[in-house]
């Protein structure tokens, strides 16, 4: 698959079967955005997406995940509306809040708090998936194949014109992508599609 981590799969249906007798519609909630998310995943064959396309594929994934952890989980979501119709590979934002999840909330006790926002900075669109991580990371550290594959992809989209980086600073890791806004006449066909 080519942005859908295939970790996300087992886990995801372990969060449905646990909610199956509690919350039946909950669990029923779970599938439908799995499902959606490995439909995309499957027939996806563009070169690109939108950030608005990829915010919702984004938060489908947190709604899986947030039935998963539930209160340990607190996304926060600031979306500059003049943003959602930069280009981006399909799937490149999917794997950036999986891994958040995975390296923020799945190691801590207490969670992880993570913030997915853009915003517009001249003609670049700059967005930014930043997460709490506890204090020792021990073994949940990963060997960076998931952001090694977003940056290449970035690469091939944006060639100079896009950058992905990453830092850990404070306890809060943050990945980075900036790429060009469209022009206003692309701007208004993706509105008009949204």
Known sequence: MTGVQTCA?????NTAIALVRSEPGRAERVLEDLADLFRHA???SR????????????????????????????VQWSIDPRTLA????PLILQPLVENAVKHGAEPSPDGAQVRISSQL?????????????????GSSKG????????????????DLEGSFRTALANGIYQARLQVPKLNRSEERRVGERV
């Not at 950030?51 to 209160?71: H, T």
């Not at 930069?86 to 590979?89: G, S, V, Y």
């Not at 060997?143 to 944006?158: E, F």
Request: no cysteine; net charge positive.
């Open 9 to 13: 799969l087992p886990i995801s249906l």
């Open 42 to 44: 499957l027939t996806e």
């Open 47 to 74: 070169d690109s997406a939108t950030l608005a396309q990829e915010v919702e594929l984004a938060r489908r994934y947190l709604d899986i995940e947030q039935a998963r952890f539930g209160p340990r989980l607190r």
């Open 86 to 89: 930069a280009r981006l590979p």
């Open 121 to 137: 900075r001249g003609h670049m669109a700059l967005i930014k998936v930043t997460n709490t991580v506890p204090p020792v990371q």
């Open 143 to 158: 060997h960076g194949i998931a952001l090694g594959n977003v940056r290449d992809r970035l690469k091939l989209l944006h």
